[in-house]
């Protein structure tokens, strides 16, 4: 049956057929199972923890054991009702796009190694960079995610800032996690990693941050970065782009935008006006595999000027000293960490290909009217209470306590446990996040299979859990 590590063509085929089979019923099969399944450790380390076999299993069970005891115990970020965290509904045709990548076994590190890959990214960095308004002196590289994207952009602004002894990085309150971790990857000690507080609408106050830089220079501190939002992953926020771009300017450094969660709403009019100023930040980070609907793992790092991630980056080594062949041809691996990488533009480049850009901005646009629609839902609810006003496809919310409200505790309380039956009685998938530190309900409607029907009905869900959990109480 193998011969070694090969396999016969008939074989191949046959598993190929075989795997293809298992996707598109899982994609049937999705909308009537739960959003969210898992399973203890101890009894998938029952299931797993064992010795590598020293003679081969036959194929069909091992991959019918893959699907059964690994990959069902996951959230399914594609369901049409996961509201939780940032849903991920790929595009079939990036799915096929990294089959193909990892069946040509790309190395998309140097020119020299994926001349057709490198220019396909290209290809696509240029189109983000075009949708972003960004000039073209710019540039970039797809990385794994917004946490590579971060510490790309970090390591090219502390450069920028000439490797200062006693750095700063200034973001908000409703920052990724991502930014506060890449800040401490590239030297920045906590303590100087500033987190400043938001103002009631949850956006990064343009005093705040010109206080908190004026008396760190004064202490012999260097500012390195400031981070902005554009589209928080909590509320969807943008934070005042343009105001913020004025001071960094202003004051010299580097301002990154986190726009992981909402840069792509740019392809869109509304999403384009909310972002407003975003063309005016040093260094950008995109999340393909969220609001561009690709396969995980997707990230974009756009930089204003592109010789910034060469100059921070590119480091000659005699081994790939070949890689210098031709003239003018763009190394990916000198704009950023990795070297060894899989190519990323291919899934992008073939689902525009496929589907066109005009259904990728009404997928995106749905995102927002949903979310829209669901915060009048909220707003005329007996049961419910609006926490925020939906912004890029996310609302915050929280069941309301009703004659006689408790205190924040209290509701707190009511809440998680309304959360807690949605997660284990319902096929929906709600997540939670602080705002202030009051507690909120938090859905993001970005999926583009999600109908109104979806909304609606975990909605409903939540108002009669809330009900029964105000009753109980």
Same mark, same amino acid.
């Given at each position: !049956? ?9 074989? !191949? ?5 075989? =795997? ?23 009894e998938l380390t029952a299931r797993l923890m064992e010795e590598p076999p020293e003679s081969g299993r036959p194929p069909r069970e091992v991959i019918d054991r893959a699907v059964r005891d690994v990959l069902s115990t996951t959230m399914r ?5 996961? /509201?939780? /965290? ?21 190395? @998309? ?18 189109? /983000? ?7 073209? #002196?710019?540039? *970039?590289?797809?990385?794994?995610? %917004? ?15 000439g490797h200062p002894a006693r750095g700063t990085v200034y973001m908000s309150d409703q920052s990724h996690s991502a930014q506060k971790r890449a800040a401490r990857v590239i030297g920045i000690r906590p303590d100087r990693v500033r987190v ?6 949850? +956006? ?5 941050? @010109? ?8 202490? *012999?501190?260097?500012?390195?970065? =400031?981070?902005?939002? @554009? ?20 004051? *010299? ?8 969660? %909402? ?7 509304? *999403? ?53 062949w031709g003239a003018n041809h763009p190394n990916q691996a000198d704009r950023g960490l990795q070297l060894s990488r899989r190519d990323r533009a291919l899934k992008i480049w073939m689902s525009v290909q496929i589907f066109g850009m005009a259904? /990728? +901005?009404? &997928? ?13 839902? =909220? ?7 609006? !926490? #925020?006003? &939906? ?12 004659? %006689? ?32 530190? +009051?507690?909120?309900?938090? !859905? ?5 299979? #999600? ?23």
């Open positions: !049956m193998t011969d070694g590590l090969r396999m016969p063509p008939d074989l !191949m085929r046959e598993l190929a057929a075989y =795997v293809t089979e298992i996707l598109v019923e899982r994609s049937r099969r999705l909308p009537d199972e739960p959003a969210w399944d898992g399973e203890f450790q101890q970020h594609d369901h049409p009702k996961a /509201f939780g /965290f940032v849903p991920s509904a790929p595009t079939w045709p990036g799915v096929l796009a990294d089959y193909l990548v990892t069946g040509f076994n790309v190395n @998309a590190a140097t020119w020299l190694s994926a001349s057709g890959p490198s220019q396909l990214e290209a290809v696509v960095i240029d189109w /983000f960079r075009r949708w972003l308004g960004y000039p073209e #002196t710019a540039g *970039g590289v797809l990385t794994s995610g %917004g946490s590579a994207a971060a510490l790309d952009a970090f390591v090219a602004a502390r450069d920028a800032a400043l507080p938001t103002d009631a609408d949850f +956006r990064l106050s343009v005093d705040a941050l @010109a206080s908190a830089v004026e008396a760190d220079r004064d202490a *012999g501190c260097t500012p390195v970065a =400031v981070c902005a939002d @554009a589209g928080s992953t909590s509320t969807g926020t943008v934070d005042p782009l343009d105001a913020i771009a004025d001071y960094c300017e202003a004051h *010299g450094i580097w301002l990154h935008v986190d726009a992981a969660y %909402g840069g792509f709403a740019a392809v869109t009019e509304p *999403g384009a006006r909310l972002l407003r100023g975003i063309e005016r930040a040093d260094s950008i980070g995109l999340d393909p595999h969220k609001w561009f609907f690709q396969p995980y793992d997707t990230g974009c790092l756009l930089v204003r000027d592109a010789t910034a991630l060469e100059r921070a980056f590119a480091i000659h080594h005699d081994v790939l000293q070949d890689s210098v259904a /990728f +901005r009404a &997928a995106v646009r749905q995102g927002i009217e949903r979310a829209e629609r669901a915060a009048r839902y =909220v707003a005329e609810s007996p049961v419910l209470e609006l !926490m #925020t006003p &939906a912004s890029l496809g996310i609302l915050c919310f929280r069941v309301n306590p009703g004659e %006689g409200a408790g205190d924040e505790r209290e509701i707190h309380r009511l809440n998680r446990q309304v959360l807690a039956r949605v997660f284990w009685e319902d096929r929906a998938f709600l997540s939670s996040t602080l705002l202030h530190r +009051r507690f909120a309900l938090r !859905m993001c409607v970005i999926n583009h299979t #999600t109908t109104w029907d979806d909304v609606r009905e975990t909605l409903e869900t939540i108002e009669r859990f809330g009900r029964e959990a105000r009753a109980a109480s």
